[in-house]
DNA sequence: TGGGCTCACGTAAGCGTTTACGAAACGAGA
DNA sequence: TCTCGTTTCGTAAACGCTTACGTGAGCCCA
């Protein structure tokens, strides 16, 4: 006597033996199939439903040919920016029959490493990189598996891809502090987080100095930190060292922009009388911190992803294949006009 | 003329052929499996390489009946507690040969369809619960699918878990509280946001009432919002509307403490001379607020959460399946002594 | 009444693996 | 030299589905 695997799953050959119909019937009536007569289809489903029966994706996949999952990769699963992003993906295909499968990839090791084995190879109908930077040669690779490729928070070759236009972001929070009368304006920037280079922080510095170019101002101080917080706190303490400190901040992120405030605030420096800081994002919690920003609709960018990657499965080629979705500047308390005593305290 | 449908893969039948072997041979090779010299494994090993060749997954699980797979179920991929979980979870499967399959039950509506679809059903060996609250019937249709399941950040019946002591958690804000001399100390915990009770803030409130029992205070103000930030801007406001506010206020959550503390602040009051805030998380914003906090663990308890599964999954029953990881204060700025006059400024 | 169509369903051939079982080859002990 | 045990490998039967193709049954219209 063999032990069964499995003890508890029957399959459809029972399915079909109870219902005493061929096995072929009951796949159709299942899969939604033409070829059978509604009242077959309505007595199979039930039967199905009573007996709590569930059609194996995994064989149901290996017969189609199709896995009906799409990998989902991102350099941190816990850092907001992809944890929404990845919120929005899930949303996007939710209703989809297609699942997720989550690889994060840390570390440059790991990030080697997924490219060498490919582990969602064979595994998935789809890949949605997040914001992933990636050399030709991983390029290459990715092309190897065969799969529709999207980026999301970037670009990738031809790829389809969504994302912002970075260079109007770091224009819109420069913009704001030129507009309030500022004429010493600094950068927290970031750069150097991967080892390939990110698109994101060249693009917005480009803004923030297109900017001052445009409304002759000197070019400014720029200081590069991780995109952190604790960045931010290093940034501004090193702006605040200067001999003659800024009056306005443009900061890479929201987390960059709450490192500098606490700067701020244990330095005593009133904010935005004597400093004025603006932040990218729109955090979650950037409303906790009076923080003006440059809103990025990441939810949003995770969403239109998992629609594009939905799209294409379903239909081929996407219709519009670059989406570019619009920030906006969401006014707060951290920035006001020119101080009037330069340095000096209010 | 058939077309392929994927024309790029080559299957074992393919790799067999060129290596002069047979399919079985080369699944042995493959797999690990004993039975084949170390010379024509080798062989194949390095064929399959040239070839860039990959077993199947979903051929080889259908094959071997099981998937590799484990489902994470979350209510909320975005935000810090999950994703930290999710992080966790993820390290903790990397380097086993596991999959992490994601869903997301946001609200009560897909987390009921969630439990009548089973989406997850025969496709994962086992599924993890991310602080989710599950009610008996739940619980029920869940084991009808016949996997492992494992309950991250609380506790589901017999099943293993990984959480924390929420009752000692309470208790240690509480006490730093007390500890400074406090005597009004108010709590703003969080109940409802789930129709089933979540047992977190139960768990935390009593830690909370018992300490002030034990210090002969008396029974305290305890007001409930939501356990996001917008919760704690009202539920501080609330506070600081009573005829004699509290001077301590004890947070269910960092996030209800970050509002807390935005409402001080734009209320004009001092902190932490005219009102003590202490929250429970460590959320990794929490330094940028200077918030006193209660530590809890989270990435941990989802990286022991990993571990389990996958223990179960090797070798069965797992050796401890019940963890509780410890709690632990980490005092910052929001705390301080009692304010010598209460009410007043500074 | 019969020829052709449509519809509902069954038969069986895959899909790409794993693995039980058996066969061949080889070495060793007697 | 014969026998027995190992080791290495091949054969073929699953695994649980999907789907191309075939077969009747029923229907319509001439």
Chains 1, 2 share one sequence.
Do not use: C
């Not at 007595?43 to 799409?70: E, Q």
């Not at 029959?97 to 190879?121: G, S, W």
């Amino acid at each position: 006597m063999t032990v069964a695997k499995r003890p508890v799953a029957l399959n459809m050959t029972d399915l079909a033996e109870r219902a005493g119909v061929s096995i072929a019937t009951v796949s159709r009536a299942l899969s939604g199939a033409s070829g059978v007569s509604e009242e077959t289809r309505r007595k199979i489903r039930m039967l199905a439903d009573d007996l709590s029966y569930a059609v194996s994706p995994d064989a149901a996949r290996l017969a189609r040919g199709s896995s009906g999952r799409v990998a989902v990769v991102t350099p941190d699963v816990a850092h907001w920016f992809y944890a929404s992003m990845l919120d929005g993906i899930v949303t996007g295909l939710r209703g989809t029959d297609l699942d997720v499968l989550l690889y994060e990839v840390k570390e440059e090791r790991e990030r080697r490493r997924f490219f060498e084995e490919l582990p969602a190879r064979r595994q998935v109908d789809a890949l949605i990189l997040v914001a992933l930077p990636i050399s030709d040669d991983e390029r290459r690779r990715l092309d190897l598996m065969g799969v529709t490729v999207v980026m999301a928070g970037g670009t990738l070759g031809d790829h389809p891809h969504v994302r912002i236009d970075d260079v109007e972001a770091g224009r819109q929070a420069t913009a704001q502090l030129v507009r309030a009368g500022h004429t010493r304006i600094a950068m927290i920037n970031s750069t150097g987080t991967w080892s390939l280079e990110y698109a994101a922080p060249s693009a917005r510095l480009k803004g923030f100095t297109t900017v001052l170019e445009e409304a002759g101002l000197p070019a400014s101080m720029v200081v590069n930190r991780h995109w952190g917080s604790h960045g931010g706190v290093e940034g501004m303490s090193e702006l605040l060292s200067l001999p003659e400190p800024p009056t306005g901040v443009v900061a890479f992120s929201d987390e960059v922009a709450f490192g500098a405030l606490r700067t701020l605030r244990r330095a005593g420096v009133a904010v935005p009388h004597t400093m004025s800081v603006v932040g990218i994002d729109d955090h979650h919690l950037a409303d906790m911190f009076d923080l003006t920003t440059v809103r990025q609709p990441v939810t949003e960018q995770g969403l239109v992803a998992g629609q594009l990657v939905h799209g294409i499965l379903q239909e081929g080629e996407p219709a519009a294949p670059h989406v570019v979705l619009p920030t906006q500047v969401v006014v707060r308390g951290t920035t006001g006009p020119l101080p009037s005593l330069p340095g000096g305290p209010n």
